[in-house]
């Protein structure tokens, strides 16, 4: 999904959620879950699959009108250091852009 389309789809609110995975060493991808039930990945110009830094791409997503995101992770920080894990999902972070 390029910029202009994720615009297109948030001013005619066919937007559910835009969602920031973390990727642990590799980046950030972005999927945008449509009120239809669709999911879309939001990707960089270049033909780049994930966006290297947060900060950029948070600018980049308010320049499309994105005025929250949710940002997840697949791994806890206590996975990550081998501690015991809850057994509840995280909910991610909603951030305000």
Known sequence: MTG???RM???????ER????????????VRVLGVDG???????AGGARLWPALAPLKARLRRCGVR???????????EI??????HAPDPGLSLRL
Request: charged share 20%; no cysteine.
């Open 4 to 6: 202009w389309r994720l």
């Open 9 to 15: 789809a948030l001013a005619r609110g066919r937007v």
């Open 18 to 29: 835009v969602e920031v995975w973390v990727l642990r060493g590799s980046g950030y991808a």
């Open 38 to 44: 669709g999911l879309q990945f939001f990707e960089p």
């Open 68 to 78: 929250q995101l949710l940002l997840l992770q697949r791994e806890s920080h206590d």
């Open 81 to 86: 250091i081998g501690r015991p894990v809850p």
